[in-house]
C-alpha cells in the first residue's frame, strides 16, 4: 500500500486535534508506520518560527511567507522523506490552513497565495484532508472553556472565524475528492466513527 499524507483542519476550537490520535491509532492498527507532526512547527526551525506566528505582530505578507517558509522546511526535513520512505504521515493543518487564514481570515490576495503555494509545493497535495466544521460561536465557547491563554490567532473575533470557516468550505467545494468536511457538532464518539469510515473508504482501499 503507498504512503498516504493526511491533514487535518478547522478553526481553533472544532476539536480536530481530540481527533487526531484515533487516526493515528487506527492507521498504527493496520502495521502502518505512521509519522504525527504539525503547522506551523514539525522541525526545530518550524518550532521557533511557530512561536513568532502565533505571538508577534507582523504585516500579512510576512505572515504568509513565513508560513510557507516553515512548511518547505516541513516537507523537505519530514514530510517528503517519510512519504518517500513509505511511512504515512498525519498533521495538524497545511496549506489549506494557509488559504482560510490568511486569505479568507485576513484578506491576502488570492493570487500571491496561488505564487507561494505553487512554488513551495507544486506537485504534492494531502491525500486526504479532513475540515473540522463548527460554528465559531461554539468554537469560541469551547476555547474559553480550556483555560489556556489564547495566541494572536485565537483572540480574533468572531467575523474573522466566520470567514476562515467560509474560506475552508470554499477550498472543499473546490476539491470534494480530496477534502470531506466533518460537522464537530457532534458528539466525539459521533466524530471518531465518521472520521474512521471516511479514512477506510479513502485510504484503505
Wanted: charged residues 30%.
Amino acid at each position: 500500500m503507498k504512503s498516504r499524507f493526511i491533514t487535518f483542519e478547522g478553526i481553533d476550537g472544532a476539536g480536530k486535534s481530540s481527533q487526531i490520535a484515533a487516526a493515528v491509532a487506527l492507521i498504527e492498527s493496520r502495521g502502518i508506520p505512521v509519522v504525527q507532526t504539525r503547522e506551523p512547527g514539525g522541525t526545530p526551525l518550524g518550532e521557533k518560527l511557530r512561536e513568532l506566528l502565533l505571538h508577534e505582530s507582523m504585516h500579512l505578507e510576512t505572515e504568509a511567507m513565513l508560513m510557507f517558509a516553515a512548511r518547505r522546511e516541513h516537507l523537505a526535513a519530514l514530510i517528503e522523506p517519510s512519504l518517500a520512505a513509505g511511512k504515512w504521515v498525519v498533521s495538524d493543518r497545511f496549506t489549506d490552513a494557509t488559504y482560510a487564514y490568511q486569505v479568507g481570515g485576513r484578506g491576502l490576495d488570492e493570487v500571491r497565495f496561488s505564487a507561494l503555494e505553487n512554488w513551495v509545493h507544486p506537485h504534492l497535495q494531502p491525500d486526504l484532508t479532513l475540515i473540522f466544521d463548527l460554528d465559531p460561536a461554539v468554537a469560541a465557547r469551547r476555547l474559553a472553556g480550556t483555560g489556556n491563554a489564547p495566541d494572536r490567532f485565537e483572540r480574533e473575533k468572531a467575523d474573522f472565524f466566520e470567514r476562515v470557516r467560509n474560506a475552508y468550505l470554499r477550498r472543499a467545494a473546490a476539491d470534494p475528492c480530496r477534502v470531506k468536511v466533518i460537522d464537530a457538532s457532534q458528539t466525539p464518539d459521533e466524530i471518531r466513527k465518521e472520521l474512521q469510515e471516511i479514512l477506510l473508504e479513502s485510504c484503505f482501499q
